[in-house]
Every structure is written in structure tokens, then in C-alpha cells.
């Protein structure tokens, strides 16, 4: 099995910066995927990033202002958000999958999922 937690959400003015994290543990992941549901929305993609190589993936939206990361000595991806605006408020969920290739993005192909984390802009 593989556990996920979540940090680093909370309330920032439109035009700041916040950083998510989400720690690993359990069994080595392959990919690791961002996700975020606004109220009354569905879930949808905001990034991944494969384990091993590193490479990442972005939805159109967020591609210049955020970067996804990972630090594979701490078992722990980060979200780095900047120029936040308001419609990035949303519930930010952390998965992860333990299958082959990459550019995973959507929600049926990862196994694994935390908490979620609050990010509200305010403008």
C-alpha cells in the first residue's frame, strides 16, 4: 500500500504564492499526480511528475505558474503555486500510481489518493 499526506494549503491574495507537499510512504510510486475540485465541480488534473525520470506533465491553465517537483531522498513531491488567481481555489489532492510509463491524467489511473489540502485566493 501506499500513504499520501498532504500540506502546505491555505488562504493567499490573488497574485501570491504557496507551495504544496505530499509525502510517500509505503511501496515506491511511479507517478505522482496533482489534482484539485473546486465546490461544485468535478475533480480535474493539474500536473504529474514520473518517479524515476522526473518528467511532468501540466494542465493549460496553471503551465507557466506552477511547478511540480519531487525530492525522491524525502519521499516527498511538491506544488510550487505563483500568480495564483482565484479561480485556483480548490481542494488539492495528492495520488500516486505504481504503473509503467507516464503523463498520467486522470483520475481512474492512479490508485492512491490523500486527504486533499485547502487553497482559497482571495481577490
Known amino acids: 500500500q501506499v500513504q499520501l499526506v498532504e500540506s502546505g494549503g491555505g488562504l493567499v491574495q490573488a497574485g501570491g504564492s504557496l507551495r504544496l507537499s505530499c509525502a510517500a510512504s509505503?511501496?515506491?510510486?511511479?507517478?505522482l499526480g496533482w489534482f484539485r475540485q473546486a465546490p461544485g465541480k468535478g475533480r480535474e488534473f493539474v500536473a504529474a511528475?514520473?518517479?524515476?525520470?522526473?518528467?511532468?506533465s501540466y494542465t493549460d491553465s496553471v503551465k507557466g505558474r506552477f511547478t511540480i517537483s519531487r525530492d525522491n531522498a524525502k519521499n516527498t513531491a511538491y506544488l510550487q503555486m505563483n500568480s495564483l488567481k482565484p479561480e485556483d481555489t480548490a481542494v488539492y489532492y495528492c495520488?500516486?500510481?505504481?504503473?509503467?510509463?507516464?503523463?498520467?491524467?486522470?483520475?481512474?489511473?492512479?490508485?492512491?489518493w490523500g486527504q486533499g489540502t485547502q487553497v482559497t485566493v482571495s481577490s
Open positions: 511528475i514520473s518517479w524515476k525520470g522526473g518528467r511532468t
Open positions: 495520488s500516486a500510481n505504481r504503473r509503467g510509463d507516464w503523463g498520467y491524467r486522470f483520475e481512474f489511473q492512479y490508485d492512491y
Open positions: 509505503g511501496r515506491t510510486i511511479s507517478n
